[in-house]
């Protein structure tokens, strides 16, 4: 029996890339850019009365120490910008890491201080000081050296990257960024519970304010029109039942909105619970440190428990909706919060905690947290309309698919006809 011939070698063939190999995350890059959008407002704020005293913008580098930095504004200004070196070490792997993503890490931190330094020269209502530069650029090293030996384990094989891949849809980095700065938007005093949003209240009772004098340009009699639709009429319900609404309405439409990036199987419930435990527990934390004499839960109101028990029943009801009616519901509760917000009248009360917060030891963050607050569910909203607007143009192009199969096929058969 002739033996059968041997099959001849096949050539090596280059070994397939592990799937767990490096990668790189879009969410630490998308939170790096946020961030350092976020310290160049609160740097800069209120962006007006520039003036050019004559002063060089590096002055600050040689001039003596400031007599007014205390303990607590030098822990700050280290603590301000760790996230900064951290998000800088995680944005740069897999191309950098190590030693020189921290390097880098430090020396983006000092560059980004050192500009905001420079041009608060020109700012009456800021001093630039080289304490700042030197404690923000000691902030990024730390931050990047704590992050450095963990960035592999963190975002190439690292529990959170599962967590995030398993519970999350891919496309979602923008709302889980969102998720990330919701409990931080609770911090600024406001008028009701979770009351975000009211940028439109705030420029609609600003004559000064440029939205407001270009709506006057555009509508002269917009003044007349305001007062006789009282943009806060005295005979509403009670300030409770009206907490109770936008409590509801803006927990509702958080949920909601964060139930649309998780996938159907991600353990939603656990997830909102622990979102919402750090809202109230950053809340109370921050009440404490702004009124160390008074209770850190004052602002819970029994209309803002009784909201945050109905509504948070209500969402793990509407938790096994379809996701379509889930983003609609949360588009709905959205607009309400932000309607409610702007038109509602004022807590008569709201204004004692607003006064104290920004008297206190946190003066140089009061409007950041406010703006935080006031453009949230606005872009919340946009990021559903989005989500829409991605599940359209797939639906689109599974019909153009699906009629290019048709009309092939419809070619194919009567090809076979001709051919018989």
Known sequence: MVPAPTPPAMP???PLPEANGPRHSPLARVGLVCFTLLVVYASLYPFSGWTDNGISPFAFLSAPKPRYITEFDL???VLGYCPFGALAVLAL???????RATLIAFVAGALLSGCMEALQTWLPS???SNIDLITNALGALLGGAVVAPFTSALIDRGTLTQLRTAWFEPHASFAILLLLLWPFAQIFPQEHLFGMGGIVREWLTDPDSWPMQVLQMLVPSLPAWQESIGLRPDDM???QLLETLVTASSWLG?????SIAM?????????????LATALLIKAAVAELQFPDGNAFNWLSEGGRFALLTSSLALAVLLYAPRWIRAVLAMAALITLVVLTNVLPSNPYAWISEQGWRMGRFVHFNS?????GWLWPFLAFCYVMWRFEQVSLRRHERRKAAAARREALKKTAEETTEAQ
């Open 12 to 14: 090596p063939q280059a």
């Open 75 to 77: 822990l700050t200004n």
């Open 93 to 99: 792997h897999p191309r950098v890491s190590g030693a």
């Open 126 to 128: 800021r001093i630039s």
């Open 237 to 239: 319900q009670s300030q």
């Open 254 to 258: 958080t949920g909601l909105f964060a």
């Open 263 to 275: 996938r159907r199987h991600a353990p939603m419930l656990r997830i909102l619970a622990g979102l």
């Open 368 to 372: 950041l947290a406010q703006w935080l």
